[in-house]
């Protein structure tokens, strides 16, 4: 049973519009998402993460928005650039869970010039 | 700042023959390490996770086991390797923040 979903295996934009990924979770006990974004044949890099106590964290160009009611995260990258292309997995972690990580399949972006 | 050293980058081994991929961690001590694989089609599945020095959690039933040596050191291993084993496995250990720092990762092919 998959506790954390990305139901788009990709997304195309054009640069400098918005990319919009969206990712489900079941598990209620999750408390800390996380984006990471990957290059290929790279190990993944960290790029925003967001406390169940909050519904948006943003960073520069990215913001992350939880909804707690629906199990429903999103990353927003406004504008979106070339260098964005990328795979990006939502994680999630519960309380007092070792800081286990719990990964999404991933979403293939891909910003076109 | 953390660092996660992993190798080797890529590994081509026959079916039946061992494995020992290592991770060895700078810039902090007594870090919870993590190993995960990335098989195709598939997000980054959590194999094992390591609090200490010798503590090792198997998150996953599978042909391969993890030993923790030294604080900075976690390897992943296996007596006889399996066609269902090739993926890229990743290192990870625990950052400030809650985020991981990965390691760049070893994609293993098992012929």
């Known amino acids: 049973d998959q506790q954390v979903k990305q139901n788009s295996p990709s997304l195309s934009v054009q640069e400098g519009r918005i990319s919009i990924l969206n990712c489900d979770y079941t598990n209620s006990m999750f408390d800390y998402f996380l984006w990471y974004k990957k290059y290929p044949a790279e190990g993944p890099t960290f790029l925003i993460s967001i406390s169940s106590i909050k519904d948006k964290n943003e960073d520069g160009r990215f913001t992350v928005f939880l909804n707690k009611s629906a199990k429903h995260l999103s990353l927003h990258i406004v504008p979106s650039q070339p260098g964005d292309s990328a795979v990006y997995f939502c994680a999630a972690s519960e309380e007092g869970s070792n800081y286990k990580l719990t990964f999404g399949k991933g979403t293939l972006l891909t910003v076109n010039p | 700042s953390q660092t996660i050293h992993q190798w080797p980058a890529t590994l081509v081994q026959p079916v039946g023959s061992p494995l020992s991929l290592e991770c060895t961690v700078e810039?902090?001590?007594?870090?919870?390490l993590y190993w995960y694989r990335q098989a195709a089609g598939r997000g980054l599945q959590l194999l094992f996770y390591s609090v200490g020095i010798g503590q090792i959690s198997s998150e996953v039933p599978q042909n391969l086991s993890a030993s923790r040596p030294q604080d900075r050191q976690f390897i992943l291993s296996s007596k006889k390797l399996l066609l269902s084993d090739s993926g890229f496995y990743l290192c990870?250990?625990?950052?400030?923040?809650?985020?991981?720092?990965f390691g760049s990762g070893t994609r293993l092919t098992v012929v």
């Open positions: 810039g902090t001590s007594n870090p919870n």
């Open positions: 990870a250990c625990e950052g400030l923040g809650g985020g991981y720092t």
